[in-house]
């Protein structure tokens, strides 16, 4: 079985939008203050003490956080093959670590202090202090030491497991986003083999009744279409102005087919021309009228699209006078003639369900007196050109 394969590095886990501090700007900072604090404590703050005053004492201090400083550098060098391993296994071998650290700092800070310490204070007897002194002093503070070490430790790993956490974050999103595109291209998509195949299917159907210049125009303004389809990106959005010159094109095609049995009515609000909607959002719901409406009746068929402005969003309509929009409406919700449907219906839904998710409605009701009305209320968004 394969192994997933965690990289040995802190250096990688960086999100594109929050940069990680540098290491070592970190590292030498948080020493520093460790160092500035000490000072502070033995000179400010120790009032009894006769050393207090005088600040040479920073010397022996700045020389242990130095030691501290170096010894924990490879540390950090460790600490990125851990990762890898479960959280109390990386607790232990952490552990481990910092008591080895600490019993090489305890010992080399003692000696440090004592050979310094006479710069500090050269009134001390240092040869009486030396005589008292056995291989246990030197490791006194061994605690106090492996609790700064493990302290560094701790904030080594917060700050790197915070900025894993954010980066895994943006993976996701990116994950998400990409996801996202690929579905709605692959809806857009399934619109323009749909749409072809009727066309050049009535097309066809022209050329062989000999009506060669009915069949010129519907290529004509084929054409016109799809240049318009394949030149907006899916995952972009239109103004509504030309999602409807486009919707007139296809129109044009379908009113060649069915010619005097089509009639469009548009009821445009002037306000909603400039709003961006999905490109090629109302083709799928007037192609979904045709097939189901007006190809069934003789004559008199009429498809009225309309788009208003409600409060916060804006609505489109698309209504058709067929003689059975209750039966229709028992299609469209019956799983039985999903297939029936096409891509119509099923593909505008999903893409609104893509692009607004939980701020849009789509509703399929009956028209007054008779046929189908497709509704759809998405946010208003102004066109920012």
């Known amino acids: 079985m394969?192994?997933?394969?965690?990289?040995e590095t802190d250096e990688i886990y960086r999100s594109p939008n929050i940069t990680k501090p540098s290491f070592w700007l970190l590292h030498s900072v948080g020493w520093f203050v460790y160092w500035l604090l000490f000072l502070i404590e033995n000179t400010v703050l120790s009032f009894g003490s006769s050393i207090s005053k005088d600040y040479l004492i920073g010397i022996p201090l700045l020389v242990s956080a130095s030691?501290?400083?170096?010894?924990?550098?490879?540390?950090?060098?460790l600490y990125r093959?851990?990762?890898r391993f479960s959280p109390q296994k990386i607790l232990l071998l952490v552990i481990l670590s910092c008591v080895v650290v600490a019993l090489i700092w305890t010992p080399a800070?003692?000696?440090?202090?004592?050979?310094?310490?006479p710069l500090v204070n050269p009134e001390l007897d240092h040869s009486k202090v030396e005589k008292s002194i056995n291989i246990f002093n030197y490791f006194s503070g061994l605690t106090y030491s492996l609790a700064m070490i493990l302290a560094w430790s701790t904030l080594y790993f917060s700050v790197n497991f915070y900025f894993r956490l954010v980066n895994e974050k943006e993976m996701h999103l990116a994950a998400v986003r990409l996801s996202h595109s690929a579905?709605?291209?692959m809806l857009r998509y399934q619109i323009n083999p749909h749409f072809l195949f009727n066309t050049l299917n009535a097309i066809s159907t022209l050329v062989l009744m000999g009506n060669k210049e009915k069949a010129n125009g519907m290529l004509v303004h084929l054409s016109t279409f799809l240049r318009?389809?394949?030149?907006?990106?899916p995952e972009k959005k239109v103004v509504l102005y030309d999602e409807l010159k486009a919707l007139m094109l296809y129109l044009e095609i379908e009113k060649t087919r069915f010619d005097e049995r089509l009639n469009i009515q548009l009821d445009i609000d002037e306000a909603t021309k400039n709003l961006l909607v999905p490109s090629l959002i109302l083709q799928p719901l007037v192609e979904n009228s045709i097939k189901y409406s007006i190809a069934k009746m003789p004559s008199g068929g009429e498809i009225a699209i309309k788009a208003a402005v409600d409060e916060t969003f804006l609505q489109l309509d698309v209504a058709d006078n067929g003689p059975d929009g209750h039966a229709s409406i028992s299609k469209i919700h019956s799983n039985a003639d999903a297939k029936a449907k096409g891509v119509g219906l099923r593909n505008i839904k999903e893409r609104l369900a893509v692009l607004y998710p939980k701020h849009h409605q789509f509703m399929v009701q009956e028209n007054t007196p008779q046929g189908l009305k497709v509704c759809i209320r998405i946010p208003i968004e102004a066109s920012k050109e």
């Not at 800070?109 to 310490?117: C, D, G, P, T």
């Open 109 to 117: 800070k003692s000696i440090a202090m004592w050979i310094i310490h």
């Open 228 to 233: 318009f389809s394949l030149d907006n990106d």
């Open 81 to 83: 093959g851990f990762w």
């Open 67 to 77: 030691m501290a400083a170096i010894l924990t550098i490879p540390l950090r060098y």
């Open 183 to 185: 579905q709605i291209k």
């Open 2 to 7: 394969n192994k997933a394969v965690v990289p």
